[in-house]
């Protein structure tokens, strides 16, 4: 994916070296940023960039920057206290290799990174400040960081769809939607185009995790780069265990047909008709 | 202290209500971030707006975004995996009230909606990203977060004094320099201004981390609010133990009048030349 191969490179340049001190810092930040992985939400920012008509370039710091929140988030995730997964991407998790103290750490340095990157992109003051006032609500307590405490505090209790949805539109659909919405605003597109790519995102964001909740049922440890079943072991609220494999695999496909939809006749590239299908393709 | 009290009244409307989900995290964030305290670095913040000539209400919201990441930088230090204390400001730790789960994602909760904060503050879009170019700079790998990894990998191993002053001047210096130069820029201060006043907090800053350390050695547990003697006990990097209690006050000393003297004459006000001597003073 030539998007994802444009991210890697930019990141590569944004993240310090691990020869810089504090070096073992660096190495974690590093270590879990660069992990091979679809680099979903920056390829996304940048295809909706290109999709109002603007170049990829213009959103690539940006897509750097939510790529990096995502990174901290699954670091911070994936804690003892947390997930406690010892896997991610299919090596062990930043704890694991470095120590929990590191990887808090290096949560918390990537996160800062991520503001920084973006307060520096190479755009107009209003732009990037209107940029940092959507990514900070899409992370703060009606956003990413949100939807984790309401994911973990209703481990092993019964979830209804409302409270299952909540969490799939925050801890998910929230950072997707952004990483959209970015995309259109650094690109050049006005705020009604940026809404069509927020709803873009939030859908297909949706349509990625009801499939993602399914794989982790159907799936093995090799295909996913982590421990398979783990959210039922754990009793967590996923859109299988309520409405079961099949009803998951419609809406799933409706989510991301809904996302298509919901974006003007020219603004559906090729990429992004195609991403909203991978979505879904990866359960058949 | 009437710079603490608004900045208390606007941290109070800033922070999600406790009755909002997620009611737990919002709970957590607002007993961290709400607890008594001097408010040092806002109060700078305000002060500092004030010396330039600007209201003190300049630079309020900014003075409040340090304050949270302040308090989110307190509530990760404390973590078991990290400094493991149980007692903050007197209270028990936010992990220990929450549970450790709760504690990491509040601090990452309070992290984004000081950069939200401040994304949001009142003054021109170059103002406001120059002050989040400024303050994520001041938290990243060589500021806040770097300085504590460098503290935490130097523990039970013999430091010099120059890793030393990096790790004071990281984990320390660089908020309260960022408290001064956006007290600064927001009061409407030029670049030189921000410059002096940059040199003050980091001046300054470094008197009360002297000044911290030899309490740490000296004092009791009800004077710090938090376990005496925890540095000793757990090995780490300390001014008084590299070069004695004796020399430490002297070097405060000489820190607190050398920030003084980085101001223009107009620029020293009755507070800042009081918290420079305050800083010093709790050492009698």
């Not at 001190?21 to 295809?47: Q, T």
């Not at 909706?48 to 213009?58: H, L, M, R, Y």
């Not at 990096?68 to 206290?81: G, K, Q």
């Not at 998910?172 to 939607?177: E, N, R, V, W, Y």
Request: glycine share 10%.
């Amino acid at each position: 994916m030539a998007y994802a191969g444009k991210v890697d490179q930019r990141l590569h340049e944004l993240l310090p070296p691990s020869d810089l001190a504090p070096e073992k810092l660096h190495e974690a930040m590093r270590y879990s940023c660069l992990a091979p992985g679809k680099r979903l939400r920056p390829a996304l920012c940048l295809a909706c960039a290109e999709a109002v008509g603007g170049p990829a370039e213009s959103a690539l710091d940006a897509g750097c920057a939510i790529e990096m929140v995502h990174s901290f988030s699954l670091i911070h995730d994936d804690l003892p206290a947390i997930d406690d997964d010892e896997l991610r991407r299919g090596s062990p998790s930043c704890h694991v290799r470095f120590g929990e103290a590191t990887a808090i750490l290096a949560g918390d340095a990537l996160f800062a990174l991520a503001f920084q990157t973006l307060s520096n992109a190479p755009a107009c003051a209003d732009t990037v400040l209107a940029s940092l006032r959507l990514l900070t609500a899409a992370v703060g307590t009606q956003g990413l960081v949100g939807g984790e405490a309401i994911d973990i505090s209703s481990e092993g209790s019964a979830v209804d769809e409302a409270t299952l949805e909540r969490i799939h539109a925050w801890k998910t659909g929230s950072l997707i939607a952004a990483s959209c919405t970015l995309g259109a605003l650094f690109g050049g597109g006005d705020a009604a185009a940026q809404s069509r790519f927020a709803q873009y995102g939030r859908q297909v964001g949706l349509a990625f995790q009801i499939a993602d909740d399914i794989l982790d049922e159907v799936g093995t440890s090799a295909q996913l780069g982590k421990a398979a079943g783990s959210d039922r072991m754990r009793g967590k609220a996923t859109y299988p265990a309520l409405h079961g494999i099949d009803r998951s695999r419609a809406a799933a496909r409706e989510h991301a047909q809904s996302g298509v939809l919901s974006l003007l006749e020219s603004e559906r590239t090729t990429f992004l008709v195609q991403l909203a299908d991978f979505a879904v393709e990866r359960l058949s």
